[in-house]
C-alpha cells in the first residue's frame, strides 16, 4: 500500500470493543476464490510453512503461472488491475457509442481525449510538429538564468535539479505550503549511479545509449558525447543527493524558511527567475513566503553543480527529459525507444501495454475523477461501501484493544495514542465531492496540447487556493485505483472502490478469509498512523511530538529489530531490502496483520471458529494473507522496486510479517531449525 501526504480529515466517535462479524457464515452462493475465499489448488504443501511460508501459500500458482509480455508482475494485484482496466475501457466504449448530443461536458472531454491518444497514425504523420515549439524554446537558452526559468515551466514539465510543488504544511495543516526537494536524476534512484554491481553498470550503460539515441531521433548530432555529457551531469547530482532512508525521515526533510534564506541556502541558483516561472506570490497577507524545504543540505552543491556546468550541457539535458516526458505523445519511435529502457531495462516487460488501456490510464491519471464518477455509478454499489464501512470500524476497534493493553507504553502517551485513533477519518470508495473539470480545456487531436492543458490546469489549480484553507474533502487516488493510502496531516485511512473486491473482500468468502485480505489492508492503513514517520503526526494531523521519551526509546528499539531482521532478505543474489527504507511499510505491514487477527477474535465474541476443509480459522486467515499478496515478479522489476521503492517485494511481505506473529507458530506447527523460524525473544510486536 501506498502512503500519501494529501489533505482530508474528519472524526470518528469513540470506539467499543466487541466487533461484530462482517457475515454470518460463508454464503451458499459461494466464494470467487475456492470454497471459502482460498485457491487452496495454488499451494505447494511440499514446502513447510516454516521454510517458506510464501510459497507453501503460493508455490502451485508460481510455478504454473506466466507473466504476461506487457507486464512485470503477475498476481492478486495486477489481475484486480487488469479487471479495472476492463471496466474502464467498457465505460469508454460506450461514451463511444452514445450520441455527440448526449454528452455531458466531461464526457465529451474523456472521450476526446481518448481518441486523440488512440489515434496514432495521426500522431505518427504529425512527427515533431507539435513539440517543435518547446523543443526550439529549450535549445535557444542562452544563460542559466534561462534554464532555471525553463526548469519550473509547468507547462512543459521539465526536469530540474529542484522539484517545487504545493502540498499541505505538515505543521499547520490547515495550510498549504510551497514545498521543494531534490531532483535532477533520470534513473529511480542515486544508487544506481554510485553503485558499481554488475547489473547496475549494465543499466546505466544502457541508460547511456537510451539518452543518445533519443537525441538522435531528435535530429541532434554528435549524441553520443552529448549523453556522456548528460550522465557525467546526473552522476554528480547522485553524489550529492541524499538517499532514500534520509529522505523519508520526516524530521530531517521539515526545514521551513523564508524565500530570502533560500536563495542564501543555495546562493548561485537563479531563484527569481525559477519563481517567477511558478507563478507563486513571493508574498502572504504583507510578510514574505514561507518554503519548506526537505534535502536541505544537498540545495547548496545542487546549486554549485548547476551554475558550473555549461548552458549547452543543460540544454541537452532538458530536451532529453523533455522527449522523455512526452514520448507517450510522439511519433512511435520515441514511444518505443523509451519504452525500450524504463519498460524492458527497468521492469522486465518486453512488450507495451496496447495502446487502448494506456488510453485509460491517461484518462485516469488527467481526468480521474470525471473517470471515476462513471466507474463508481457502475461497479460499485451502496452495499459495498456499506461493509466496507463495517470492516474499517471492526479494525479500529482492534487497533484500541491493541493500544490499551501494550505492555512497552505508559498512560501518557497511551491516552495521545487513543486519542489519534479516536480522531482517524476513514474514506472510503469515492470522494464526498468530485473535481470540477470545467476550467479544463480539451481540443481533440493535439495530444500534447491537451495533456500540457492538463497539467497547468492542476498547477493553477492549486496556484488559486494557495492562501486558502485547505481543503479536506480532496482525495490522492482516483475510484478505480488498486491501492490504498494513509494521510498523515489529515490522519486519515483512504481506500479506493476498486480495491473492495475478490481477493482483498469477497462478502460470500469466510470471515477469517477477508480478516486476512482486506482486514490486513485496512489494519496496514491504520498502522501508518502509528509507523516511525507517521506516529510523529499527532490526532489533529499535525507534525509534533506526543510521545514521552521512555516510549520512544522503547518503540525505536523495536523498529531497531525490525530493520535488522528485513536487511537479512535477499529478494535476488547479493540484492539485499533496504531495512531503514522499507521500514514505515514493514511496520505497517506486521502491524497491519497482527491487528487483523485481533480483529477477528473479536468478530468471534467468545465461540470457536469453525474448522473448514481441515484448517483453523487462524490458519485461514493466514493463508488468506498470504494469498493476497502472491506475485510473480520479473528479476529486473524486484531489482527496481527494491533499490527505489519504500515497499519489500511482496515474497517478504508475507514472511516477514507471519514470522514476527506468534499465532503463526501456533497455527502451522512452526518449529526451530526451520528457515525463517525466530525465537520467541527475537520476534518483533510494535502494535
Same mark, same amino acid.
Given at each position: 500500500?501506498?502512503?500519501?501526504?494529501?489533505?482530508?480529515?474528519?472524526?470518528?466517535?469513540?470506539?467499543?470493543?466487541?466487533?461484530?462479524?462482517?457475515?454470518?457464515?460463508?454464503?451458499?452462493?459461494?466464494?470467487?476464490?475456492?470454497?471459502?475465499?482460498?485457491?487452496?489448488?495454488?499451494?505447494?504443501?511440499?514446502?513447510?510453512?516454516?521454510?517458506?511460508?510464501?510459497?507453501?501459500?503460493?508455490?502451485?500458482?508460481?510455478?504454473?503461472?506466466?507473466?504476461?509480455?506487457?507486464?512485470?508482475?503477475?498476481?492478486?494485484?495486477?489481475?484486480?488491475?487488469?479487471?479495472?482496466?476492463?471496466?474502464?475501457?467498457?465505460?469508454?466504449?460506450?461514451?463511444?457509442?452514445?450520441?455527440?448530443?448526449?454528452?455531458?461536458?466531461?464526457?465529451?472531454?474523456?472521450?476526446?481525449?481518448?481518441?486523440?491518444?488512440?489515434?496514432?497514425?495521426?500522431?505518427?504523420?504529425?512527427?515533431?510538429?507539435?513539440?517543435?515549439?518547446? @523543443?526550439?524554446?529549450?535549445?535557444?537558452?542562452?544563460?542559466?538564468?534561462?534554464?532555471?526559468?525553463?526548469? #519550473?515551466?509547468?507547462?512543459?514539465?521539465?526536469?530540474?535539479?529542484?522539484?517545487?510543488?504545493?502540498?499541505?504544511?505538515?505543521?499547520?495543516?490547515?495550510?498549504?505550503?510551497?514545498?521543494?526537494?531534490?531532483?535532477?536524476?533520470?534513473?529511480?534512484?542515486?544508487?544506481?549511479?554510485?553503485?558499481?554491481?554488475?547489473?547496475?553498470?549494465?543499466?546505466?550503460?544502457?541508460?547511456?545509449?537510451?539518452?543518445?539515441?533519443?537525441?538522435?531521433?531528435?535530429?541532434?548530432?554528435?549524441?553520443?558525447?552529448?549523453?556522456?555529457?548528460?550522465?557525467?551531469?546526473?552522476?554528480?547530482?547522485?553524489?550529492?543527493?541524499?538517499?532514500?532512508?534520509?529522505?523519508?525521515?520526516?524530521?530531517?526533510?521539515?526545514?521551513?524558511?523564508?524565500?530570502?534564506?533560500?536563495?542564501? @541556502?543555495?546562493?548561485?541558483?537563479?531563484?527569481?527567475?525559477?519563481?517567477?516561472?511558478?507563478?507563486?506570490?513571493?508574498?502572504?497577507?504583507?510578510?514574505?513566503?514561507?518554503?519548506?524545504?526537505?534535502?536541505?543540505?544537498?540545495?547548496?552543491?545542487?546549486?554549485?553543480?548547476?551554475?558550473?556546468?555549461?548552458?549547452?550541457?543543460?540544454?541537452?539535458?532538458?530536451?532529453?527529459?523533455?522527449?522523455?516526458?512526452?514520448?507517450?505523445? @510522439?511519433?512511435?519511435?520515441?514511444?518505443?525507444?523509451?519504452?525500450?529502457?524504463?519498460?524492458?531495462?527497468?521492469?522486465?516487460? $518486453?512488450?507495451?501495454?496496447?495502446?487502448?488501456?494506456?488510453?485509460?490510464?491517461?484518462?485516469?491519471?488527467?481526468?480521474?475523477? #470525471?473517470?471515476?464518477? @462513471?466507474?463508481?455509478?457502475?461497479?460499485?454499489?451502496?452495499?459495498?461501501?456499506?461493509?466496507?464501512?463495517?470492516?474499517?470500524?471492526?479494525?479500529?476497534?482492534?487497533?484500541?484493544?491493541?493500544?490499551?493493553?501494550?505492555?512497552?507504553?505508559?498512560?501518557?502517551?497511551?491516552?495521545?495514542?487513543?486519542?489519534?485513533?479516536?480522531?482517524?477519518?476513514?474514506?472510503?470508495?469515492?470522494?464526498?465531492?468530485?473535481?470540477?473539470?470545467?476550467?479544463?480545456?480539451?481540443?481533440?487531436?493535439?495530444?500534447?496540447?491537451?495533456?500540457? #492543458?492538463?497539467?497547468?490546469?492542476?498547477?493553477?489549480?492549486?496556484?488559486?487556493?494557495?492562501?486558502?484553507?485547505?481543503?479536506?474533502?480532496?482525495?490522492?487516488?482516483?475510484?478505480? $485505483?488498486?491501492?490504498?493510502?494513509?494521510?498523515?496531516?489529515?490522519?486519515?485511512?483512504?481506500?479506493?472502490?476498486?480495491?473492495?473486491?475478490?481477493?482483498?473482500?469477497?462478502?460470500? #468468502?469466510?470471515?477469517?478469509?477477508?480478516?486476512?485480505?482486506?482486514?490486513?489492508?485496512?489494519?496496514?492503513?491504520?498502522?501508518?498512523?502509528?509507523?516511525?514517520?507517521?506516529?510523529?503526526?499527532?490526532?489533529?494531523?499535525?507534525?509534533?511530538?506526543?510521545?514521552?521519551?521512555?516510549?520512544?526509546?522503547?518503540?525505536?528499539?523495536?523498529?531497531?529489530?525490525?530493520?535488522?531482521?528485513?536487511?537479512?532478505?535477499?529478494?535476488?543474489?547479493?540484492?539485499?531490502?533496504?531495512?531503514?527504507?522499507?521500514?514505515?511499510?514493514?511496520?505497517?505491514?506486521?502491524?497491519?496483520?497482527?491487528?487483523?487477527?485481533?480483529?477477528?477474535?473479536?468478530?468471534?465474541?467468545?465461540?470457536?471458529?469453525?474448522?473448514?476443509?481441515?484448517?483453523?480459522?487462524?490458519?485461514?486467515?493466514?493463508?488468506?494473507?498470504?494469498?493476497?499478496?502472491?506475485?510473480?515478479?520479473?528479476?529486473?522489476?524486484?531489482? $527496481?522496486?527494491?533499490?527505489?521503492?519504500?515497499?519489500?517485494?511482496?515474497?517478504?511481505?508475507?514472511?516477514?510479517?507471519?514470522?514476527?506473529?506468534?499465532?503463526?507458530?501456533?497455527?502451522?506447527?512452526?518449529?526451530?531449525?526451520?528457515?525463517?523460524?525466530?525465537?520467541?525473544?527475537?520476534?518483533?510486536?510494535?502494535?
Amino acid at each position: 500500500m501506498s502512503r500519501f501526504k494529501l489533505s482530508l480529515v474528519t472524526v470518528c466517535g469513540a470506539l467499543a470493543l466487541a466487533a461484530p462479524a462482517l457475515v454470518t457464515s460463508v454464503s451458499a452462493a459461494g466464494a470467487q476464490l475456492g470454497k471459502w475465499g482460498v485457491e487452496l489448488s495454488g499451494m505447494d504443501t511440499s514446502v513447510a510453512p516454516g521454510d517458506d511460508f510464501f510459497r507453501y501459500v503460493n508455490g502451485k500458482y508460481l510455478a504454473t503461472v506466466t507473466i504476461p509480455p506487457d507486464r512485470a508482475s503477475i498476481g492478486s494485484f495486477q489481475q484486480l488491475q487488469i479487471l479495472s482496466e476492463e471496466r474502464l475501457k467498457t465505460i469508454v466504449s460506450d461514451l463511444a457509442a452514445k450520441p455527440e448530443s448526449s454528452l455531458s461536458a466531461e464526457e465529451r472531454k474523456l472521450r476526446d481525449l481518448f481518441d486523440t491518444f488512440t489515434d496514432t497514425a495521426a500522431i505518427d504523420a504529425a512527427g515533431l510538429k507539435p513539440a517543435q515549439k518547446d @523543443l526550439d524554446y529549450l535549445n535557444g537558452l542562452q544563460s542559466h538564468a534561462d534554464v532555471a526559468r525553463a526548469m #519550473a515551466s509547468v507547462r512543459m514539465n521539465t526536469a530540474s535539479v529542484y522539484n517545487i510543488g504545493i502540498g499541505v504544511d505538515d505543521k499547520n495543516p490547515d495550510n498549504y505550503a510551497v514545498n521543494l526537494s531534490q531532483g535532477g536524476l533520470g534513473l529511480p534512484d542515486r544508487d544506481y549511479y554510485l553503485k558499481d554491481d554488475a547489473e547496475i553498470a549494465k543499466t546505466r550503460e544502457a541508460y547511456r545509449i537510451y539518452l543518445a539515441e533519443m537525441m538522435g531521433l531528435a535530429g541532434m548530432t554528435d549524441s553520443a558525447a552529448r549523453a556522456d555529457r548528460v550522465l557525467a551531469l546526473e552522476t554528480e547530482i547522485a553524489k550529492v543527493s541524499w538517499t532514500r532512508a534520509d529522505r523519508r525521515d520526516a524530521d530531517k526533510i521539515y526545514n521551513p524558511m523564508p524565500v530570502s534564506a533560500l536563495k542564501t @541556502l543555495a546562493p548561485e541558483f537563479p531563484w527569481d527567475n525559477f519563481l517567477s516561472e511558478t507563478g507563486i506570490p513571493l508574498t502572504r497577507s504583507g510578510s514574505e513566503r514561507q518554503v519548506i524545504v526537505a534535502e536541505n543540505t544537498a540545495f547548496g552543491p545542487l546549486a554549485k553543480i548547476f551554475v558550473a556546468t555549461p548552458v549547452s550541457t543543460w540544454r541537452d539535458y532538458l530536451v532529453v527529459h523533455y522527449l522523455h516526458s512526452f514520448a507517450a505523445y @510522439l511519433p512511435a519511435k520515441f514511444d518505443q525507444r523509451d519504452f525500450a529502457f524504463y519498460g524492458t531495462v527497468l521492469t522486465g516487460r $518486453t512488450q507495451q501495454l496496447d495502446r487502448k488501456t494506456r488510453g485509460v490510464h491517461l484518462l485516469d491519471r488527467l481526468l480521474g475523477e #470525471a473517470l471515476g464518477k @462513471l466507474y463508481v455509478a457502475r461497479y460499485f454499489p451502496p452495499e459495498s461501501k456499506a461493509k466496507a464501512d463495517l470492516l474499517v470500524s471492526n479494525l479500529l476497534r482492534a487497533y484500541e484493544a491493541d493500544i490499551n493493553t501494550l505492555s512497552w507504553m505508559t498512560p501518557a502517551t497511551r491516552a495521545k495514542a487513543l486519542d489519534k485513533l479516536h480522531r482517524f477519518t476513514p474514506k472510503i470508495g469515492y470522494p464526498t465531492k468530485w473535481r470540477d473539470y470545467s476550467d479544463l480545456k480539451v481540443v481533440k487531436g493535439d495530444m500534447i496540447a491537451d495533456v500540457q #492543458a492538463a497539467t497547468v490546469y492542476e498547477w493553477n489549480r492549486d496556484l488559486s487556493r494557495i492562501n486558502q484553507p485547505v481543503d479536506r474533502l480532496e482525495w490522492g487516488m482516483t475510484p478505480s $485505483t488498486i491501492n490504498a493510502y494513509y494521510n498523515p496531516s489529515f490522519n486519515e485511512i483512504v481506500f479506493p472502490a476498486a480495491i473492495l473486491q475478490a481477493p482483498f473482500f469477497d462478502p460470500n #468468502a469466510d470471515d477469517a478469509v477477508n480478516y486476512g485480505a482486506i482486514g490486513a489492508v485496512i489494519g496496514h492503513e491504520i498502522s501508518h498512523g502509528f509507523d516511525d514517520q507517521g506516529s510523529k503526526y499527532d490526532g489533529k494531523g499535525v507534525f509534533q511530538d506526543w510521545w514521552t521519551k521512555e516510549d520512544r526509546a522503547a518503540f525505536d528499539e523495536r523498529t531497531k529489530a525490525l530493520v535488522k531482521q528485513y536487511d537479512a532478505f535477499e529478494p535476488l543474489p547479493g540484492l539485499h531490502v533496504i531495512g531503514q527504507n522499507t521500514l514505515g511499510e514493514n511496520i505497517a505491514d506486521n502491524a497491519g496483520l497482527a491487528i487483523a487477527l485481533k480483529a477477528y477474535h473479536l468478530s468471534l465474541k467468545g465461540k470457536k471458529s469453525p474448522v473448514l476443509d481441515g484448517y483453523t480459522g487462524d490458519q485461514r486467515l493466514l493463508l488468506s494473507f498470504g494469498q493476497v499478496w502472491r506475485t510473480k515478479m520479473r528479476d529486473n522489476a524486484i531489482r $527496481t522496486q527494491t533499490m527505489s521503492n519504500e515497499h519489500t517485494v511482496a515474497e517478504f511481505r508475507v514472511i516477514g510479517p507471519t514470522r514476527n506473529m506468534d499465532a503463526w507458530y501456533d497455527a502451522f506447527a512452526v518449529k526451530p531449525g526451520q528457515k525463517y523460524y525466530l525465537p520467541p525473544a527475537e520476534r518483533v510486536h510494535i502494535w
